[in-house]
């Protein structure tokens, strides 16, 4: 008797643990580039973007970086299909910048500019599924 509730505990967390470690079972995933820019150079007093640090799971995390960050600025990662690939950038001065979302490197999402110089830039596109 004690060896059938060990057995039927065990295979209860067995369903559990599978059930919840994979929202994204086919691993379907974008790489994705995000770029910031100015004519000029200059520098960001901030940056932030997402990206999915499991492709198996169906979220994206924000990270942010403080300045000064360089401009230009570039950084690859993973978005899950189906979630929202976000770059936003603010620069320090009096910058115009453009942001740029890639697919593969090569092919372009999502594009923007400032609406004024100092204002900070966004670009986003959610990913197919």
């Known amino acids: ?10 295979a209860v967390i ?11 079972p086919s691993g379907k995933s974008w790489a994705i580039t995000y770029e910031v820019s100015d004519q000029g150079g200059g520098t960001l007093s901030e940056v932030s ?12 995390v924000q990270r942010e970086m403080a300045g ?17 690939a ?4 603010k620069p320090t001065g009096r910058l115009r910048l453009t942001c740029r979302i890639l697919l593969d490197g ?6 923007a500019t400032a609406p004024a110089a100092g204002d900070p830039v966004t670009c986003e ?3 197919d599924s």
């Open 125 to 127: 596109k959610v990913t």
């Open 14 to 24: 067995g369903v559990l643990v599978g059930a919840s470690a994979c929202s994204n």
């Open 68 to 84: 000064p960050v360089g401009v230009p600025w570039k950084q690859d990662v993973v978005v899950t299909a189906g979630q929202k």
């Open 49 to 60: 973007w997402a990206d999915s640090p499991d492709r198996y799971e169906d979220k994206v």
């Open 106 to 111: 090569t092919k372009e999402l999502a594009k």
């Open 1 to 10: 008797m004690k060896v059938s509730i060990a057995l039927g505990a065990t």
């Open 86 to 89: 976000i770059v936003t950038a």
